[in-house]
């Protein structure tokens, strides 16, 4: 039985939803075109991962394996729903930032994925550990992607200017493409690469298969 | 629905604003199942069936029982209850719409193995994928809640028809590349799904050459 130390620290680096296990992509790609995007989508997804991890748990006993995938989606909606009226009522620029990928939520891989090879097999705590653990990992994920998007492909980071000298003149020419589609999938593929190349994954050459544990 | 209305349909969701390269939708499976071609038209024809069907079932859902003042709400709670008039659209978009889709996945699946065995074989095991699909998903909101003007039930399933095709398009272009991709010698690193996202990367750089095309944006 690993410590509870571990359960939150895996999610973070070593089992990361999207550069290691390649789950949750989409709002990976789309909404990290602002670290501000990014942080909140991170944010709406940890706590949707967190609740519904802890629920599932918590009715382990109850749900009856045959039909436990409709039971979890049930669950994962229902914190989705109350995530997005939360985000419609107190965060209305990134509710209105975020559009669809905010009720999306409700078919991210990485959280339906946590509650099947988590949750549903573990206690309470440990599945608060890993939910947080591994909705942290998702959001530093997503706030790096979105980092070296709005640095430089906006020359902007958290809206405020950068790349300006000492007489407030631009030294450096913004890459466009890179907050277009295009540069979200060539700063996403060369992360993962990265993560391969100085992470212990060289051992596992079939880490592009996908692995729930 | 002339025939005008139709093609503006088809090239924005094949192109400008397709789903996959531009829009990120349905990544998870446009990864997962694009190495082999035989697996691409599977997952493609699969993906096209139930977003057809989705965008069917949802657009009704949301016409005719959410949105306020509708149908369902006036004929159970009398016109002018409080309900009628704030409708249902914030609370029960996402409850209702995935489980219409899952429901409606399971139910082809029994469907087609009871009667068309065949074609069962050939798609029956991406059918249980779908569920968490989120371009399926995603089609049903972008046909009702966030459509930038009502569609109509005829636009809703053209949009589901040609959504699905744009992603069987493009499922079926990276399935090509990433079968010449196995005979090249790329770093041990970019094996697999970072050099596949580097090529997608180059394919939405092409794809934004249909922006402005036919007058869409």
């Known amino acids: ?213 | 629905m002339n025939l005008q209305l139709i093609l503006q349909i088809a090239i924005l969701n094949l192109f400008v604003q397709n789903f996959v390269v531009q829009r990120f939708l349905g990544l998870c499976p446009f990864i997962g199942q694009s190495d082999d071609k035989h697996k691409a038209i599977g997952m493609g024809i699969a993906v096209t069936f139930v977003m057809t069907m989705a965008s069917f079932v949802t657009y009704l859902l949301y016409a005719y029982f959410l949105v306020p003042d509708s149908w369902f709400l006036r004929t159970v709670f009398g016109p002018g209850a409080g309900i009628t008039e704030a409708g249902l659209l914030d609370v029960l978009v996402t409850v209702s719409y995935i489980l219409v889709i899952a429901s409606l996945v399971q139910f082809v699946e029994m469907f087609l193995r009871r009667f068309v065995p065949t074609l069962y074989r050939a798609m029956g095991i991406y059918l249980a994928l779908i569920t968490t699909n989120c371009a399926v998903m995603g089609v049903a909101l972008l046909n009702t809640t966030d459509a930038p003007q009502d569609l109509g039930l005829t636009g809703a399933v053209l949009q589901g028809v040609f959504a699905g095709l744009g992603f069987t398009l493009v499922m079926l272009l990276m399935a090509g590349i990433r079968e010449r991709l196995e005979y090249l010698n790329v770093p041990p690193c970019f094996k697999g799904a970072p050099i596949a996202f580097l090529c997608t990367g180059l394919m939405a750089l092409a794809f934004l050459g249909f922006a402005g095309m036919a007058g869409l944006g």
């Open chain 1, 1 to 213: 039985m690993p410590s509870y130390r571990e359960e939150f620290t895996k999610g973070i680096f070593k089992n990361n939803g999207i550069f290691v296990l390649m789950l949750g992509l989409c709002p990976a790609l789309a909404v990290t075109t602002s670290v501000t995007n990014a942080f909140a989508m991170g944010m709406a997804a940890s706590a949707v991962l967190i609740c519904s991890n802890v629920i599932v748990s918590a009715l382990r006993g109850l749900i009856p394996k045959a039909v436990r995938i409709p039971c979890f989606i049930v669950v994962i909606a229902t914190f989705v729903t109350m995530v997005d009226m939360v985000m419609k009522g107190f965060f209305y620029e990134q509710s209105r930032a975020l559009a669809i990928f905010i009720p999306l939520i409700v078919v991210n891989c990485i959280i339906l994925g946590r509650a099947e090879a988590f949750g549903y097999k573990n206690t309470v705590f440990r599945s608060f550990l890993d939910g947080a653990g591994t909705g942290l990992g998702f959001t530093l994920a997503l706030i790096l992607i979105g980092g070296i998007r709005e640095v430089l492909g906006a020359g902007t980071l958290l809206g405020y200017p950068i790349w300006l000298d000492a007489y407030g003149r631009t030294v450096f020419q913004p890459m466009t493409g890179l907050v277009l589609a295009p540069g979200a999938f060539i700063v996403v593929g060369l992360l993962m690469a990265g993560f391969r190349a100085i992470g212990r994954h060289r051992q596992h050459p079939q880490m592009d298969q996908v692995t729930w544990e």
